[in-house]
Structure formats: C-alpha cells, structure tokens
C-alpha cells in the first residue's frame, strides 16, 4: 500500500510538472533509524508463526518497530505529510496497544472460502488478532478491506489511511519541488 501511495505521489507530480530529479537534494533526518524500524517489521512479519505467543513478543514485534519510526519520522515533522504518518503510526500504536500487542482485524469482508484460512493465520500471528466483541479501539483496528481487483484483499485501518496519504502528500510534493529549501547552516527554514 505504501509502495503504491509514494509511486501514485511521484507520477502525479511529475504529470503536474514536477522533476523526479526533485528526490535526491532533500534532507531527510533520521533515515537509517526508519530503515531499521522497517527491517525490524519485516523480521516480525517473517517471524509471524515460527515464534512462541506472548504478549511480550506482541508488543516488542508490533510496537518497537513502530516507537523506531516514529523517532524517525518526528525527526523530520517539518516537512509537509509527514505528520500524517506520524498521526496515523500513533493511532495503529494505540489500538495495538490497548489489545496485548496486536493489530484486531475485521472478518466480516472475508470471502466465506478464506475465512477458515483467515482465522487460522491470525491465531498463529504475533502481530494481529480476530477482531472480537471486548476488542478496544475497535474503530481504530483493521477494518477496511482493498477492493479484490487491487491484490489479495488486505485488510487496512484508519491510521494505514492517513499513513498513506501523507506518503503520497509527502512525495508528491517533494516531486513538484514545493518543499522549502535548505537553509545556509543545513537546516530546513
């Protein structure tokens, strides 16, 4: 989704005049730390059923990653989408939080063939859960389902929505080269 969102942002920019050339010259701080946060998510997506249960591994697998990026991202809260990203990571953290360290995810958009085949992943995950009845946050878990014609119907919340229109605000931008430039000392006026 996020592959997607930065791609659409570039494309528009340039079709509305931007230069992609307009990617390298900016001054994103904290770029190894949000790499790291990111290569720590895959290890957990990775990790997913091969590990034991607990929810000190749910919280360390879901909620580290995320505390990383946001170290990152608040490093860089100056430029524009940015702090959609940080609000809609905020908002994942707090639902993830508020149940044992994983994401609750909706079945009732699950197509009757995968449901079982659902259940079942989510049971062995360190990551997300079946959306229940005590769920808190519920409208902050995992409820919205990608139409089935843009890949294999993942689901997504309301925090992956401002996540990923600050990708595409942020990129789009960068594209069309209407972020403020460089201060003399480096720093963004």
């Known amino acids: 989704m996020l592959?997607?969102?930065a791609l659409s942002g570039m494309l528009l920019g340039a079709v509305l005049g931007?230069?992609?050339s307009n990617l390298a010259p900016v001054d994103f701080r904290g770029f190894p730390v949000i790499v790291t946060s990111l290569l720590l998510r895959s290890l957990s997506i990775f990790l997913d059923s091969r590990v034991m249960q607990s929810s000190a591994v749910s919280f360390m697998a879901s909620l580290l990653p995320a505390?990383?990026?946001?170290?990152?991202?608040?490093?860089?809260?100056?430029?524009?989408?940015?702090w959609l990203i940080v609000a809609g990571t905020c908002m994942n953290g707090a639902v993830i939080a508020a149940n044992g360290g994983r994401m609750?995810?909706?079945?009732?958009?699950?197509?009757?063939e995968r449901l079982a085949a659902e259940i079942g992943r989510l049971t062995n995950s360190i990551t997300h859960q079946?959306?229940?009845s005590d769920t808190r946050l519920k409208f902050l878990a995992d409820?919205?389902?990608?139409?089935?014609f843009l890949g294999r119907g993942t689901m997504?919340?309301?925090?992956?929505?401002l996540i990923t229109a600050g990708?595409?605000?942020?990129?789009?931008?960068?594209?069309?080269?209407?972020?403020?430039?460089?201060?003399?000392?480096?720093?963004?006026?």
Not at 104 to 112: F, G, H, N, R, Y
């Open 3 to 5: 592959i997607v969102s």
């Open 104 to 112: 609750p995810v909706s079945l009732e958009q699950a197509a009757p």
């Open 18 to 20: 931007g230069k992609l």
């Open 67 to 82: 505390a990383i990026l946001l170290c990152g991202l608040c490093l860089n809260l100056r430029f524009p989408g940015v």
């Open 156 to 161: 997504f919340s309301l925090g992956d929505i």
């Open 130 to 132: 079946v959306l229940v």
């Open 143 to 148: 409820l919205f389902r990608w139409p089935s």
């Open 167 to 189: 990708v595409f605000w942020f990129t789009f931008l960068l594209v069309r080269g209407k972020f403020p430039a460089p201060a003399n000392d480096g720093t963004i006026d």
